[in-house]
């Protein structure tokens, strides 16, 4: 399953935005996987955390292959151990088990969180351990598909914004400013932002300073 977007959101991110009119015609459209299952994206996303994609590719399937559905039964039956034995750190092999427990024991809710506004979806999910707001914000992403979510502390957003705009950096009252433009399709825009970042207009630089440059 991919992120879903179309034409229209297009169509609006070009009638406010020259410039990234011309990074969506440029790029066309793009394809980024979603996993609706909500215990399954926090566990991925936390799993992913400090490392590398590929190692976070590698980590992710052998948990699915051991585990079967990645859901609180599977963890707790696991256990720390049976996950660290998957190449899991042994932090964030507790962080997965706590969440797995609240979410048997019902302290934690994930039908609530996706029925939640985006700020307190996001707030509700930064009340687990490993879980902070950026890591939330993908989560509503690239799990719940919300549409306008537009992370400050994203680093390869930032750096596409430099690309395209030709800034040095970009601030919060900068930033807020591309925000309100995106909104309501924060998201889509993201998603061009981030392929601006890996490359995908390779004649766009960055502009920071030397030294100050880096992505997430």
Do not use: N
Request: a positive charge; aromatic letters at 10%.
């Amino acid at each position: 399953m991919y992120f879903g977007y179309g034409e229209t959101e297009l169509q609006y991110l070009r009638s406010r935005d020259k410039r990234i009119g011309e990074v969506i015609d440029r790029v066309g459209m793009i394809r980024r996987e979603v996993d609706p299952d909500l215990f399954a994206a926090v566990v991925h996303h936390i799993v992913g955390q400090q490392i590398s994609t590929k190692a976070q590719a590698t980590v992710w399937r052998r948990m699915q292959e051991a585990l079967g559905t990645v859901d609180a039964g599977s963890v707790l039956a696991a256990g720390p151990e049976g996950l660290q034995a998957l190449g899991i750190s042994g932090r964030k092999a507790a962080y997965i088990t706590d969440f797995a427990l609240r979410v048997q024991s019902g302290a934690f809710d994930p039908e609530t969180v996706r029925e939640s506004s985006d700020a307190e979806a996001i707030r509700q999910l930064c009340t687990l351990k490993g879980v902070g707001v950026w890591t939330a914000e993908m989560i509503l992403l690239f799990c719940l598909q919300r549409p306008d979510i537009f992370s400050y502390d994203d680093l390869a957003i930032q750096r596409g914004l430099r690309m395209v705009y030709h800034h040095r950096q970009v601030g919060r009252e900068l930033f807020e400013k591309y925000r309100r433009r995106y909104s309501p399709y924060g998201s889509v825009a993201s998603l061009y932002l981030w392929a601006v970042a890996g490359g995908a207009v390779p004649e766009l630089r960055d502009y920071a300073p030397q030294g100050k440059k880096g992505a997430k």
